[in-house]
């Protein structure tokens, strides 16, 4: 995890840190010691000159946050709203379901 004698810079993107891979679009975040940075606060390090050991995508932890700032660094497949069906569509079909077998409420 991480080369700390080799440290990696910000990636910028029009002048501000950038917070989507850019093939993909997966959300990006920094790790140094062991401790994770938002994009706005590893450039923020990375200006007081501490650079980042590592750079990641957040493929699915939705429970990641900044160590500095406490945002929620955004998860590629992890997000819980994501894969969860409205329910109110849900609970029409049942009922037209119901409706049709002859059942009532
Ligand atoms: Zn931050």
Not at 23 to 40: K, N, Q
Not at 57 to 80: I, K, Q
């Amino acid at each position: 995890m991480g080369n700390p004698s080799n440290p990696v810079r910000v990636d910028m993107l029009k002048g501000r840190p950038r917070e989507f891979s850019s093939v993909g679009g997966y959300p990006i975040f920094y790790a140094r010691e062991g401790a994770a940075h938002c994009p706005v606060c590893a450039l923020e390090a990375e200006q007081a000159g501490d650079l980042m050991d590592t750079a990641r995508v957040n493929w699915e932890d939705h429970e990641l946050f900044c160590d500095n700032c406490s945002e929620r660094v955004e998860s590629a497949y992890g997000e819980p709203e994501a894969d969860e069906p409205a329910r109110s569509v849900d609970d029409s079909d049942r009922r037209e379901e119901r409706r049709q077998m002859g059942l009532t409420d």
